[in-house]
């Protein structure tokens, strides 16, 4: 079990990377449980981009059963965005961010 | 009427009740005719008629039966004596001549031992027993129904009883079935025939009557539904015209004989009800959105609820988490407040337990939520505990409010919790794969460049490599970018302008080739460019200031050419500056062993030489990609780094605590205590070369100032002061491709780290040196901080600090060893298969040979060592015994250097600080000494060396055998020189030195023979190729003004990774600094053979002349 304190402070990182428009985590009910940004994109987000993970997870499963989808990137013309889902049951969630790979 | 389906009727019946509902009634129809027929047949005919027959166009006969037997008025007369109370007439025969037959014998009940008349399809050849049956089964189900015999009346059904007399039913019934084709009705027959001819008993009463009732299917025979037309319409007259005729058949019927009425029962079907037994389904939902300022409340009360004492929330917090509970329960879907109350539940579910049993008290399903969202925290004890403390608190919340406080209670040790959603498992990872993620997407043109996959951008368009706060760095890259990669040797001080500038032109020109501006690099024509190239082609050596003169305007004409006029004034400026210290510089500071003239002849050789060779090269150059560094290592001095032997994408960085910072708490200390305890507690380290160390360390740092030595002197003797005292703490990073801003691992160090080195044999070991003289080995795997083994003072720690470590793989049937070497003179070799066990394989003695031209040098330096010694000592206020004891060694170094001969007075013994393995032999190595000699030895010998090397008059600080030529080496030293040796030859076959700064560290480039890399303490990074010039490195890099302690070249990318002391790792790309591509090796080996000759040639040329 990794440092807690870790995680909180590797979360304020990612935050603070350049780029880096926003995080949100999901829990398995859809319910964003930690989130940088405003309550609608919050909800877009995580209404959105679980629905996609999970088809594209349906996707990966197809093709083979035993294997499993780790990382989903999604490269728009203004941003990235990059989710790390976690299927497992009991500690399923999603984790989202948002980063505009242009900005220098 | 609109004719139903049915019967087509010849005969003048019409239907009782026209428009029935379907399905809804049965409907029995008679008409006198109907009667008749079936009367003629049975019995005489009253009526003396013929019988009608209706055949439908099927040609079934569809002759309607009666429904009733009618008996002929004799035999009801003679049954009636029987039967007569149970016979019930109905009187609502207004026919005369059916009067008498209905009244008496309409009625009769028939007893049936068997229903053998039961007709069971809907076979139009049945019909006349289906016809029957009906009345019969339904009167019989009416009698069993209500047990009782009273007629029924009002009904047009006969009843007709049958008498025990079976053989006549059985035969009635099998004649019924067997005769149902000719059409009779033979179970009327036969009960008409019996109930007159038999007649009951008393013994009939006693014997066993067997009732069978069946049900038998509806018959429709006429149905007519009722039709709305509109008036107006066709049919609606043909309607009125139907109606009208409808209408005057009733009215004649009346007055007509042909019409007789009769009254028929109809049945309305009893309507089943079915019960159907369910539970009601209940359904609940939960949603939960947290808006901003909700996380904000809070985390707000979070922090209040950790900040305030435990006690205290018992009574003050209890309230406000009911409220909140049934404020959800009364608004049922009210979401906002829901996913506050959720929010905070779940918030202080974790903070404050009684918060969450006080909710869970009032409202169960809020309790439910909590206690779910505990559990996918996967709070392994305490979820636990919360829940059973909300069922406690639920359970005795009626009645009073003491088993929520007793819950409370029980949770209330539990102190102040993370955030819940940092208890994810595996969120760690999937934040780490994601920051590598973030990572990457910033720095991909980067890495596309480590990887050799992009070309470097044009220096043009390159970040600004030189000193943002050097005011004179930016107005050049301002005025002329073209030759910005070039002047990135701007000074970091301006005191030291004077010479930087003008090395930085000098080597440009050196490296520039005849035919730049043909180059791709076109914007490489600047001011400098265009200098650096008319001074090269020059021939002439008519002294720095002609070639100045006759550079200054091609500058200023490139310039022009190539910018608009605006912006050419301060390019040109720029440029006449650059050249007049030109001019200037090679009076000033060429080595002392060469004549000024020689050199400069000697440069120019090279120079045309190494175009002569390398063509139309373009020039050489630096890029800065990336810079490891964290907050976490910001301001810690990387002593070391060392990449992963089997991950080449992975490096390890060794760092030691921040000298000002240590400094700062030394000095606190020592303002808080009377001088003599802090000398005390110095001395009282009990390290015996202590004293020593400091001396060294001074006279590093008092050397690597330079000029001013004054503040900064005192400064570093105070770091020097702290590191003696032991406050000093090390850090391992391992940092990665993937993640540029973040260590993918990282962990401290109780001292600080001064070498490091992956294994080449189990990659995931980590050998680690520190300042202590503590060796420990690392597992990376484990991500554990404490090493899996470490030497102690019993198991023969080094005295001193740990310069050097590397493993040595000899070959798979022998063991790895960690080889380490300390100032304490020891060269120990450490195997860790059973435990950490070591092996000296030399204690470096003070060598009695000593070249006696270096003899004066080395006085000088020791006594440079001295005075930074006395600094030190002045600086750190050591009481008189320290400092005398501090001066006596100085005094007995001074004398062991400068004397030669014999024996210093404390040790016999010199400091190792670096050494290498040779490549062909992994018996042979080098050691390199704190009093500047190099000796190769031997593991096989552990008294003597095999030679020794002299000529540095400082500390050789690092060493490294050629990989082109295996014989040859390269040593760099405190005494600014960077020198290459050969085996067998006791001094260096060429030296090298740019500026006044210690020489830190040196390494050869791995894709070029006659390249290698040095970093200086002025923190400048050169690349030298002695192929091209031995006088100034053909690309030099300043980079910060903290000293560059380590540099080392990846493996397989034109990369070069510099340590700073300000606790980055700068990762730089080569540009055009590796050998072509498809060169062999050993080309590269004859170009290094060619390259060795010529300038050694020079060199002793030059010696001699």
């Not at chain 2, 409340?297 to 018992?314: K, N």
């Not at chain 2, 109780?750 to 040196?769: C, E, M, Y």
Request: with cysteine; aromatic share 6%.
């Amino acid at each position: 079990m990794a440092d807690l304190a870790a995680v909180e402070e590797t979360f304020k990182r990612i935050q603070s990377h350049k780029g880096v428009i926003g995080v949100v985590i999901i829990n398995s009910d859809g319910i964003p449980i930690r989130t940088t940004f405003d309550n609608d994109l919050t909800v877009q987000y995580a209404a959105l981009v679980s629905q996609f993970t999970v088809k594209a997870r349906s996707a990966v499963k197809n093709l083979d059963p035993e294997d499993e989808l780790k990382f989903v990137r999604i490269r728009s013309k203004k941003h990235e965005i990059m989710i790390a889902p976690e299927f497992e049951r009991q500690r399923e969630y999603y984790l989202i961010v948002v980063q505009d790979p242009s900005t220098d | 009427m609109p004719a139903g389906h049915g019967p087509r009727v010849t005969g003048g019946w019409g239907p009782n009740r026209p428009g029935g509902v379907p399905g809804g009634s049965r409907r029995s129809y008679r008409s006198s005719n109907v009667r008749r027929s079936t009367s003629s047949r049975t019995h005489d005919m009253v009526d003396g008629l013929a019988p009608i027959k209706l055949i439908d166009e099927q040609g079934v006969n569809r002759t309607p039966k009666p429904l009733v037997a009618i008996v002929t008025s004799a035999a009801l007369r003679q049954a009636r004596g029987i039967v007569t109370e149970e016979s019930v007439a109905g009187s609502d025969a207004g026919d005369g001549l059916f009067g008498e037959g209905r009244s008496s014998a309409g009625f009769s009940r028939g007893w049936f031992d068997s229903g053998t008349a039961t007709p069971q399809e809907a076979d139009p050849q049945e019909y006349q027993g289906r016809m029957m049956v009906p009345s019969n089964a339904a009167i019989a189900s009416s009698l069993a129904a209500d047990r009782s015999l009273t007629a029924i009346g009002g009904s047009s059904m006969g009843v007709s009883m049958f008498s025990s007399n079976r053989q006549s039913n059985d035969t009635a019934g099998s004649q019924s079935s067997s005769a149902r084709p000719t059409g009779t009705p033979p179970a009327a027959s036969a009960a008409a025939t019996a109930a007159a001819a038999v007649f009951l008993n008393e013994d009939d009463l006693s014997k066993p009557h067997k009732v069978l009732l069946q049900d038998s299917g509806t018959v429709f025979m006429w149905e007519v539904p009722g039709v709305v037309v509109a008036a107006d319409s066709a049919e609606g007259s043909q309607v009125a015209a139907a109606n009208s005729q409808y209408a005057a058949q009733l009215a004649a019927r009346d007055a007509s004989d042909k019409f007789t009425a009769s009254s028929c029962q109809t049945l309305v079907p009893l309507r089943k009800h079915r019960e159907v037994q369910s539970g009601t389904s209940s359904s609940s939902d939960a949603g939960c959105q947290a808006s901003r300022w909700d996380i904000d409340d809070s985390y707000a009360a979070l922090e209040r609820s950790s900040a305030d004492d435990g006690e205290e929330q018992l009574g003050s917090v209890l309230p406000s988490g009911a409220v909140v509970a049934t404020g959800v329960h009364s608004n049922g879907y009210h979401s906002s407040s829901q996913q506050a109350s959720f929010m905070r539940s779940s918030q202080q579910n974790w903070g404050r337990p009684s918060n969450m049993s006080a909710a869970a008290g009032s409202n169960r399903r809020t309790t439910n939520l909590d206690s779910c969202v505990a559990g996918a925290w996967g709070r392994p004890s305490s979820s636990m505990r919360g829940s059973q403390a909300g069922n406690r608190g639920e359970a005795s919340y009626s009645g009073s409010t003491t088993g929520a406080a007793a819950a409370a209670a029980l949770l209330a040790a539990a102190g102040p919790q993370p955030e819940p959603w940092t208890r994810l498992a595996g969120l760690a990872e999937a934040l780490a794969v994601m920051e590598a993620a973030v990572s990457q997407n910033i720095f991909l043109p980067q890495l596309l460049q480590y990887r050799d996959i992009k070309p470097p951008l044009p220096p043009s368009s390159q970040p600004s490599a030189v000193l943002p706060d050097d005011p004179l760095a930016a107005g050049a890259s301002t005025s002329s970018t073209g030759s910005q990669q070039l002047a990135v040797a701007l000074p970091p001080t301006p005191g030291m302008m004077s010479s930087r500038p003008s090395v930085a032109l000098l080597s440009s020109r050196g490296a520039a080739a005849d035919a730049w501006a043909s180059s791709p690099h076109g914007s490489f024509g600047g001011a400098g460019t265009a200098a650096g190239s008319t001074a090269g082609v020059t021939p002439s050596l008519g002294g720095g200031a002609s070639a100045a003169g006759a550079a200054t305007p091609g500058a200023a004409s490139a310039a022009g050419g190539l910018r608009p006029a605006g912006s050419m004034t301060p390019g040109s400026l720029a440029g006449a500056a650059g050249l007049s210290q030109l001019s200037r510089r090679p009076s000033q500071q060429l080595p002392a062993a060469e004549g000024a003239g020689g050199s400069r002849q000697s440069s120019f050789v090279s120079m045309s030489s190494s175009r002569l060779m390398r063509g139309s090269r373009p020039p050489a150059g630096l890029q800065l990609l990336w810079t490891w560094s964290c907050s976490l290592t910001e301001g810690m001095p990387v002593t070391s780094i060392a990449w992963n032997s089997a991950n080449t994408n992975l490096i390890a960085a060794g760092y030691r605590a921040n000298p000002a910072a240590a400094a700062a708490a030394a000095e606190a200390e020592a303002a808080g205590r009377p001088p003599g305890s802090a000398g005390s507690s110095s001395s009282s380290a009990g390290r015996p070369a202590t004293a020593a160390r400091s001396i060294r360390e001074s006279m590093k740092i008092g050397v690597g100032a330079g000029e001013d030595a004054g503040a900064a002197g005192a400064s570093a003797a105070a770091a020097a002061a702290a590191e003696v005292a032991g406050i000093t703490g090390g850090r391992v990073a391992l940092w990665s491709l993937k993640n540029q801003l973040h260590p993918i691992w990282t962990f401290e160090t109780k001292s600080a780290v001064t070498a490091l080195d992956f294994s080449q044999r189990n990659p995931h070991i980590l050998g680690v040196g520190t300042h202590d003289g503590t060796i420990a080995v690392y597992d990376v795997r484990l991500r554990q901080p404490t090493p899996l083994m470490a030497s102690t003072a019993d198991t023969g720690k080094h005295a001193d600090p740990v310069w050097k470590v590397r493993w040595l793989d000899r070959g798979p049937e022998r063991e790895e060893l960690l080889v380490s070497i300390s100032t304490d003179g020891k060269v120990k070799a450490w195997t860790i298969a059973k435990g950490l066990e070591h092996s000296t394989l030399i204690t470096l003695k003070r060598t009695s040979k000593r070249l006696t031209s270096a003899g004066g040098s080395s006085s000088a330096a020791a006594g440079v060592a001295a005075a930074a010694a006395g600094a030190a000592a002045a600086a750190v206020g050591l009481p008189a015994g320290s400092g005398a004891k501090a001066a006596a060694t100085v005094a007995a170094l001074r004398h062991g250097v400068a004397g030669g001969d014999r024996d210093a007075l404390i040790s016999r013994n010199t400091g190792g600080m670096s050494f290498d393995f040779s490549s062909t032999d992994s018996r042979i190595y080098l050691a390199g000494t704190e009093d500047g000699h190099i000796h190769k030895c031997s593991t096989s010998y552990s008294e003597q060396y095999l030679e020794s090397y002299s000529g540095h008059i400082g500390p050789v600080y690092a060493l490294q055998w050629s990989p082109f030529a295996p014989n040859l080496f390269l040593s760099c030293s405190g005494d600014w020189t960077i020198r290459m040796w050969q085996e067998g030859r006791q001094q260096q076959l060429l030296s090298f030195q740019s500026s006044n700064e210690e020489v830190l560290d040196v390494q050869w480039c791995p894709s070029n023979s006659t390249c290698f890399g040095a970093v200086t303490a002025g923190g400048r990074l050169e690349l030298w190729d002695f192929g091209a010039n031995t006088l100034r490195p053909v690309v030099q890099h300043a980079s910060t003004k903290c000293a560059m302690t380590a540099l080392l070249f990846a493996k397989d990318a034109p990369v070069v990774v510099a340590a700073s002391d300000a606790g980055g790792l700068l990762v730089f790309r080569l540009v055009n600094v590796a050998a072509d591509r498809f060169e062999p090796p050993e080309l590269q080996q004859t170009r290094l053979e060619e390259a060795l000759r010529a300038n050694v040639m020079k060199a002793a040329l030059s010696g001699a002349g």
